[in-house]
């Protein structure tokens, strides 16, 4: 099942820098899309989501930016905090039918973040 | 702030044995989820549950597996004869809509099957 893709297993960035992790998406239906972060041994925690009905969402240090036209969504993290070190999936929902709420997640990346 | 709490954390069992995974979603929520990761794989969705009815099940979700609300707040999840490849962390999750909401997940049960 590769309906998400994220294409970079790992990505390593400089405190204070932006970290931009990526995720692609083949399912047109989609139209909710979420960030979770994850640490070892626990569960995702969400961090932020959109809604296909935009492009855009802010809150503090994280953006989701949604380009439906490339089925592609970006997570921007600004400036990036050696805290924010951990596993980051993307995931997605689709709308209508009989799904209810089913979530399809990308495989991950790894984030790590220098002091 | 509210959360979602699964028990056990960890759980060792022989194949061929029956296990129950517990949840207690988060008390307003609606729609009930599992999950599991194995090792280096995707999370993946096994089953999601709302008004005491499974709404929807993924292939994976075949007859060894069940899930319950046998009260007002737990939800569990049965494996009736487990196998050596469901070993997998095993996520709760719940939300209060379904579709475009979020869902929370809890901490994880990590399986073990022997």
């Known amino acids: 099942d590769q309906q998400v893709k994220q294409n970079s297993p790992s990505l390593s960035v400089q405190e204070g820098r932006i970290s931009i992790l990526n995720c692609d998406y083949t399912?047109?239906?989609?139209?909710?899309f979420l960030w979770y972060k994850k640490y070892p041994a626990e569960g995702p925690t969400f961090l932020i989501s959109?809604?296909?009905?935009?492009d855009k969402n802010e809150d503090g240090r994280f953006t989701v930016f949604l380009n439906k036209s490339a089925k592609h969504l970006s997570l921007h993290i600004v400036p990036s905090q050696p805290g924010d070190s951990a596993v980051y999936f993307c995931a997605a929902s689709a709308k209508g039918g009989t799904s209810y709420g089913k979530l399809t997640f990308g495989q991950g990346t790894i984030l790590t973040v220098h002091p | 702030e509210p959360e979602v709490t699964q028990t056990p954390s960890h759980q060792v069992t022989q194949m061929g044995q029956e296990v129950i995974l517990r949840c207690v979603p988060i008390s307003n929520h609606l729609y009930f989820y599992w999950y599991r990761q194995i090792l280096g794989q995707k999370v993946e969705f096994l089953v999601s549950f709302y008004n005491n009815e499974i709404s929807e099940k993924s292939e994976i979700f075949d007859d060894q597996f069940s899930v319950e609300r046998p009260d007002g707040s737990n939800f569990t999840l049965k494996i009736r004869s487990t196998k050596l490849e469901d070993s997998a962390m095993y996520f709760c999750?719940?939300?209060?809509?379904?579709?475009?909401?979020?869902?929370?997940f809890g901490p994880g049960t990590r399986l073990t099957v022997l």
């Open positions: 399912n047109s239906m989609f139209d909710y």
């Open positions: 959109i809604s296909s009905i935009k």
């Open positions: 999750a719940s939300s209060v809509l379904a579709g475009a909401d979020t869902q929370y």
